[in-house]
């Protein structure tokens, strides 16, 4: 119990901090659209480029 709450005040000051960075107009962060997936012949049904290469 005794490294849970100085975890948690660590995770939610990341998270405070991200979400004053939304706030003062930074975009919110994205994920990346990449990986082995994203290569021909894989399926990344998340991926952008995953739609291009199926109208091809």
């Not at 005040?9 to 991200?18: D, E, K, P, R, S």
């Not at 919110?28 to 990344?44: E, H, M, R, W």
Request: net charge positive.
């Amino acid at each position: 119990m005794e490294i849970f709450l100085p975890t948690l005040v660590i995770v939610l000051l990341g998270v405070a901090g991200l979400a004053i960075g939304v706030i003062a107009g930074r975009p919110p962060i994205k994920g990346s659209c990449g990986g082995l997936a994203c290569v021909k012949g894989g399926s990344c049904g998340g991926c952008r480029n995953h739609d291009r290469e199926a109208r091809r």
